[in-house]
C-alpha cells in the first residue's frame, strides 16, 4: 500500500517562493504506471488542481498558476517536490499530494484518477 | 476549463435514507473520466467512484455512480452514520482537471 506524507513550512511570507515536498512509501515513484500530482484546498473552499508530473517526463500545470508553478521529482529519495512563486494570501491552502492512475488509450499512457492522497499540510501566507 | 456544478450544497437526511447527489458539467466529459470523493473534517479526500461507475477498491457498494456526457449522479442508497460528510466531483478529461464546489450530506 502506497503512503504518500507532504511536509514542507506551515508559514511563508508574502512575495516569497512557497516550497513542499511529497514523500513516497510502499512504492517506487519511478513506476511508469503512476503520475504525481499536487492539488490544494482554501481553508472554506472547494479542491483546485495545482498540476502533475510523470517520471518519464513531462508536467502539466493548472494555466491559472502556470506562471508561478513548478513540480519536479527526484527518484533518488523517492519524493516530489512543489515550488509556487511570488505567493499572496490567496495561495494559503491545504496542499495534499496525490498519486495518479494511468490507462492505455490509442498505444499512449494517459493519466487517470487520483487513487491515493496524502493527509495534506496547511500552508498559511502572511508577513 | 470544464467547470463542475453540484447540487443540492446541503442535503439533510437521516440515517437510513437514500442520498442522491448530482454533478453537472459545463462541457461533455471525455471518456466519462469523472470520480466521486468523500472528504471529512480534517482529512484528504477519499475516492469513492471513478470512471463514472466503477467502485473504487474497499468501497462499500450503498456507494453507486452514474451518468454520462454531462450528467453524473452519486447515490448512496442507505445512509450510515460514517457517510455524513462533503462529496465532490473531478473531472479527469480534459486538462485543467477540475472540481466540483462539494455537496454536504448533514444529519437532519
Known amino acids: 500500500q502506497v503512503l504518500l506524507q507532504e511536509s514542507g513550512p506551515g508559514l511563508v511570507k508574502p512575495s516569497e517562493t512557497l516550497s513542499l515536498t511529497c514523500s513516497v512509501s510502499g512504492g517506487s515513484i519511478r513506476n511508469g504506471t503512476f503520475y504525481w500530482s499536487w492539488i490544494r484546498q482554501p481553508a472554506a473552499g472547494g479542491l483546485q488542481y495545482v498540476g502533475r508530473?510523470?517520471?518519464?517526463?513531462?508536467?502539466n500545470y493548472n494555466p491559472s498558476l502556470q506562471s508561478r508553478v513548478s513540480i519536479s521529482l527526484d527518484a533518488s529519495k523517492n519524493h516530489f517536490s512543489l515550488k509556487l512563486t511570488s505567493v499572496t494570501v490567496a495561495d494559503s491552502a491545504f496542499y495534499f499530494c496525490?498519486?495518479?492512475?494511468?490507462?492505455?488509450?490509442?498505444?499512449?499512457?494517459?493519466?487517470?484518477?487520483?487513487?491515493?492522497w496524502g493527509p495534506g499540510t496547511l500552508v498559511t501566507v502572511s508577513s | 476549463e470544464i467547470v463542475l456544478t453540484q447540487s443540492p450544497g446541503t442535503l439533510s437526511l437521516s440515517p437510513g435514507e437514500r442520498a442522491t447527489l448530482s454533478c453537472r458539467a459545463s462541457q461533455s466529459v471525455s471518456n466519462n473520466f469523472l470520480a466521486w470523493f468523500q472528504q471529512k473534517p480534517g482529512q484528504a479526500p477519499r475516492l469513492l467512484i471513478y470512471g463514472a461507475s466503477s467502485r473504487a477498491t474497499g468501497i462499500s457498494d450503498r456507494f453507486s455512480g452514474s451518468g454520462s456526457g454531462t450528467d453524473f449522479t452519486l447515490t448512496i442508497s442507505r445512509l450510515e452514520p460514517e457517510d455524513f460528510a462533503v462529496y465532490f466531483c473531478?473531472?479527469?478529461?480534459?486538462?485543467?482537471?477540475?472540481f466540483g464546489q462539494g455537496s454536504k450530506v448533514e444529519i437532519k
Open positions: 508530473i510523470f517520471p518519464r517526463g513531462g508536467t
Open positions: 473531478q473531472q479527469y478529461g480534459r486538462s485543467p482537471w477540475t
Open positions: 496525490g498519486r495518479v492512475t494511468t490507462v492505455v488509450i490509442g498505444g499512449l499512457i494517459t493519466p487517470s484518477y487520483f487513487d491515493s
